[in-house]
């Protein structure tokens, strides 16, 4: 009797309508960039209007700035979270979703609001009071980059972001004082859900959301004689993007695999040139993994544990121990 039931909730399950425009890769792609080029685009607006307002003290300007960015962070939030109820509901879940609830609200006031503030004002004031002065209108600033330079120096900040991800995300499990003081609270989540984004102490957030963006732009700010603050924001937003997004309890088309390339990247000649490990893999299964061993897959793409045996695989870890 029991089998049976287990049997017709199978079947039930099994045999949920999906919705079909779960299915379409093109669509997910025309989305996903569209959201991210627009709020990078209304962000680099704000900030346009903030810095090139005559009057407005440093300070402040600084302060304006860290809380736009507050809100792209909050905005990435809350779009995944209407894309994954509406466009993406037809796609298998990993998970039931995060595995202990967490109050948003306070870890917004307590966690990301002064993490922003402080790093942000820190860095613009650091970095930025020159540099400010020299901010455009972003509809300018997208053309004074030719494509090949877009292309170049988002494949130079790919890298150095994946490098500086994998290198302090595997500190943080590899030194146990540092795990348990910084780390441990993100793995509260052995199951996640976007929810997870509001799981982390403030330093945890501060190294794998800010720091890790920060090193990556060094590069950037460092070979090019000039750097459009336009292409900055809109290299950052698509690292959260992925980021936020690796936490969804399912599949987000054009996060698992690199959103503007995703086309290029998932192409069957593309595929065929990758290990056979990563042939099919899906980031945000990719990430969920990590938070189920709580070892392995350090990455927030595979190719660094790829490379460094640190790959969890289905069967288990492979090299992670
Ligand atoms: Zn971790
Ligand atoms: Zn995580």
Same mark, same amino acid.
């Given at each position: 009797?029991? @089998?049976i039931?287990?049997?017709k909730?199978?079947?039930?399950?099994s045999h949920?309508?999906?919705?079909?425009m @779960?299915?379409?890769?093109?669509?997910?792609w025309?989305?996903?960039n =569209?959201?991210?080029?627009?709020?990078?685009?209304?962000?680099?607006?704000?900030?346009?209007k903030?810095?090139?307002?005559t009057?407005?003290p440093?300070?402040?300007?600084?302060i304006?700035?860290?809380? @736009?960015?507050?809100?792209?962070? !909050?905005?990435i939030l809350i779009?995944?979270?209407?894309?994954?109820?509406t466009v993406y509901? =037809?796609?298998e879940?990993?998970?039931?979703?995060?595995?202990?609830?967490v109050h948003?609200?306070?870890?917004?006031?307590?966690?990301?609001?002064p993490?922003?503030?402080?790093?942000?004002?820190?860095?613009?004031?650091?970095?930025?009071t020159?540099?400010? %002065?020299?901010?455009?209108h972003?509809?300018?600033?997208?053309?004074?980059?030719?494509s090949?330079e877009?292309?170049?120096?988002?494949?130079?900040?790919?890298m150095?972001?994946?490098?500086?991800?994998?290198?302090?995300?595997?500190?943080?499990?590899?030194?146990?004082?540092?795990?348990?003081?910084?780390?441990?609270?993100?793995?509260?989540?052995r199951?996640?859900?976007?929810?997870t984004n509001?799981? /982390?102490?403030a330093?945890?957030?501060?190294?794998?959301?800010m720091?890790?963006n920060?090193?990556?732009m060094?590069?950037?700010?460092?070979?090019?004689d000039y750097?459009?603050y /336009?292409?900055?924001?809109?290299?950052?937003t698509y690292? !959260?993007w992925?980021?936020?997004?690796?936490?969804?309890?399912?599949r987000?088309?054009?996060?698992?695999?690199l959103?503007?390339i995703?086309p290029?990247y998932? @192409?069957?000649?593309?595929?065929r040139?990758?290990?056979?490990?990563l042939?099919?893999?899906d980031?945000?299964?990719?990430h969920? %993994?990590?938070?189920k061993?709580v070892k392995g897959?350090?990455?927030?793409t595979?190719w660094?544990d790829?490379?460094?045996g640190?790959?969890?695989? !289905?069967?288990?870890?492979?090299?992670?121990e």
């Amino acid at each position: 009797m029991r @089998s049976i039931k287990k049997f017709k909730h199978k079947h039930i399950v099994s045999h949920t309508p999906k919705n079909k425009m @779960s299915e379409s890769a093109s669509l997910a792609w025309l989305i996903e960039n =569209g959201i991210v080029l627009s709020i990078s685009y209304a962000k680099s607006l704000v900030d346009y209007k903030v810095v090139t307002h005559t009057g407005i003290p440093d300070l402040l300007r600084s302060i304006l700035v860290s809380v @736009s960015n507050l809100a792209l962070i !909050e905005c990435i939030l809350i779009l995944q979270y209407v894309l994954i109820r509406t466009v993406y509901s =037809g796609i298998e879940p990993h998970s039931k979703g995060a595995s202990r609830p967490v109050h948003v609200a306070s870890c917004t006031l307590t966690v990301h609001l002064p993490v922003n503030l402080i790093s942000m004002t820190v860095a613009t004031l650091i970095f930025g009071t020159d540099g400010m %002065d020299t901010v455009s209108h972003p509809a300018t600033e997208a053309f004074a980059w030719s494509s090949w330079e877009w292309a170049a120096n988002y494949a130079l900040y790919r890298m150095v972001y994946d490098v500086a991800f994998y290198a302090l995300h595997f500190t943080m499990h590899r030194l146990p004082r540092v795990y348990a003081m910084v780390h441990s609270t993100h793995h509260i989540h052995r199951s996640t859900d976007l929810t997870t984004n509001f799981q /982390f102490t403030a330093v945890d957030l501060f190294v794998e959301g800010m720091l890790t963006n920060f090193v990556a732009m060094m590069p950037i700010l460092l070979v090019n004689d000039y750097v459009p603050y /336009f292409p900055l924001v809109v290299f950052a937003t698509y690292a !959260e993007w992925y980021q936020i997004g690796s936490h969804a309890h399912q599949r987000i088309p054009a996060v698992t695999a690199l959103p503007p390339i995703a086309p290029i990247y998932n @192409s069957t000649l593309a595929k065929r040139f990758r290990p056979t490990c990563l042939r099919t893999h899906d980031a945000v299964r990719f990430h969920a %993994d990590h938070h189920k061993k709580v070892k392995g897959n350090y990455g927030i793409t595979p190719w660094m544990d790829w490379l460094f045996g640190t790959m969890v695989i !289905e069967t288990g870890l492979k090299k992670a121990e």
